[in-house]
């Protein structure tokens, strides 16, 4: 970051050349001191600070985006004291999802959650919506938008019943969750906003408002590709983190090593939840892709979350193969992997999971909001330093 060094040279011509001097060195000093303190104090990606979960290759973006054709829209509130919430949207494709359905798959590790959709997506094994992430009191909002917008787009005007699917965390420590601020343009602004490229983490759209680990955490996102031997196949994973239990970065016990963990006088408990969205572009029918779903809770627990008793923890998987497209024909004809071609997919969602996860922690700042209630952003400083005497930084 350049220093302006504005004023150094105002001083009156008949000023002592040395004492002169000395007030440029202290001046110069005193902005380094800023400087190192400002950078010190940055969020950043896991990655910028040189930590690399995992052995498989990131996406060019290191985002759910990754996969081609699918995009990602936010809208974050945050208004006075009280407001911290917001909405994420995820477009599995840029077509008429209702029409071009997305084979889809969902793994319930904790059901203490308010996520809809979950019987007919189990049942049919398809998505039919976008998918949208939201706060706990404003799901059934979301889901109402999703049916304005689904009824809506050119081709449904005959369409008499629409399965929208809306997932949930509890902001309510720093959010006015009862005021349920979220309204139905919000969400749909979120659709209409949705695009490719670089996704923003942290402190944006529904993870506004939520915490992990005793530290304020949010939107996170990454990608694996695998080896063209073993299809070339991309896997994206978008989360909403909310959760407790004891952070592990990169098996480091930072949460330990802190000693900020569920269960001390720093954090009551571990309740929460996370919503984990996976998508992949490689040609999976809906039981592979629970079995992927499954996988992305390994991630988790890479983390140090414990799945507890009040935590809703959920995986939303959905294959955007173009050929796998349920378009009404009447016929699947495609091709789809078989079990055996699982295992290198597995192993991507799984660290692409977890470094989602990280993600949505190193790039979250701390908050305040409501009832003056403040949560500390991740102390970077000293997790880096943790992780050097671990040597696990590159």
Do not use: W
């Not at 695009?195 to 680990?213: D, H, K, L, M």
């Not at 694996?224 to 480091?252: S, W």
């Not at 209630?373 to 943790?386: G, H, S, T």
């Amino acid at each position: 970051m350049p220093i302006a060094l504005i004023g150094l040279n105002n001083s009156k011509q008949n000023d002592n050349p040395n004492k002169k001097k000395m007030k440029t060195t202290t001046l110069l000093i005193m902005l380094f001191f800023v400087a190192f303190n400002t950078f010190s104090q940055q969020s950043g990606r896991v990655r910028d600070f040189g930590i690399e979960i995992g052995v498989m290759n990131t996406g060019e973006l290191n985002a759910v985006t990754d996969v081609e054709g699918l995009k990602v829209g936010q809208v974050t509130l945050i208004e006075g004291e009280d407001v911290r919430t917001g909405v994420t949207a995820i477009l599995p494709h840029t077509g008429n999802i209702f029409r071009e359905k997305v084979p889809a798959a969902i793994h319930i590790a904790n059901g203490f959650g308010k996520l809809t959709g979950i019987s007919q997506v189990k049942e049919l094994g398809n998505i039919e919506t976008p998918v949208i992430l939201t706060n706990t009191l404003s799901v059934p909002k979301a889901a109402d938008a999703l049916l304005t917008y689904t009824l809506g787009l050119e081709g449904n005007e005959n369409v008499r019943s629409v399965n929208p699917v809306v997932g949930e965390t509890n902001d309510g420590t720093l959010n006015d969750i009862r005021g349920r601020h979220v309204k139905e343009e919000h969400v749909l602004e979120a659709i209409e906003k949705a695009e490719g490229g670089p996704v923003a983490e942290g402190n944006v759209g529904a993870g506004t408002g939520t915490r992990s680990f005793g530290f304020k955490s949010g939107i996170g996102t990454s990608s694996r590709v695998l080896p063209e031997d073993l299809g070339g196949y991309t896997v994206g994973v978008i989360v909403q983190t909310n959760y407790g239990g004891v952070l592990e970065v990169n098996g480091v016990p930072i949460g330990q090593e802190l000693e900020t963990y569920s269960y001390r006088q720093h954090i009551e408990d571990a309740d929460g939840s996370c919503m984990i969205v996976v998508a992949t572009d490689a040609p999976l029918c809906s039981r592979n892709l629970e079995r992927l779903a499954k996988r992305a809770v390994l991630g988790l627990g890479k983390t140090g979350g414990i799945i507890s008793h009040g935590s809703g923890d959920y995986v939303i998987a959905m294959s955007t193969a173009e050929e796998n497209l349920i378009t009404g024909s009447g016929y699947y004809d495609s091709k789809v992997i078989q079990g055996g071609g699982m295992s290198p997919l597995f192993m991507a969602v799984n660290e692409a999971t977890e470094e989602a996860i990280l993600n949505s922690l190193f790039m979250a700042e701390t908050m305040k909001g409501r009832d003056g209630n403040k949560i500390e952003a991740l102390p970077l400083d000293e997790v880096i330093e943790i992780m050097k005497q671990y040597n696990k930084i590159k």
